[in-house]
């Protein structure tokens, strides 16, 4: 991944790190206000925190076929399986594996 807001360790979480972000006592989005500080225009990295309540990869392969990836629907807070040619959002997080 590109180096970005001044670090080169950006990667996709795996399904696991994603579900961390869940707070099931929310939804649209289904996540604590931290992850949630605004998704309107010119909201900004370091300023604030914008997670849609949409479709959201991970780095998992899902078990059922190498064509398909785990994502999270942080509209509700669950886990599903899509082909890894659909388009959907994706999260970044920083170092680890």
């Known amino acids: ?3 970005f807001a001044g670090s080169c360790d950006w990667r996709l979480p795996n399904r696991f790190e994603l579900e961390t972000l869940v707070n099931l006592e929310n939804s649209n989005p289904a996540v604590s206000p ?8 010119g909201c900004t990295v ?3 925190s914008c997670t849609k309540s949409n479709d959201y990869w991970s780095s998992s392969t899902f078990v059922g076929g190498p064509q398909s990836a785990r994502y999270m629907t942080f509209f509700y807070g669950a886990t599903g399986a899509g082909n890894k040619g659909s388009e959907k ?3 970044a997080v920083r170092g680890g594996s």
Do not use: E, I, K, Q
């Open 1 to 3: 991944m590109p180096c």
């Open 34 to 41: 931290a992850f949630n500080t605004g998704c309107v225009p």
């Open 46 to 48: 370091p300023a604030c």
């Open 89 to 91: 959002y994706v999260r």
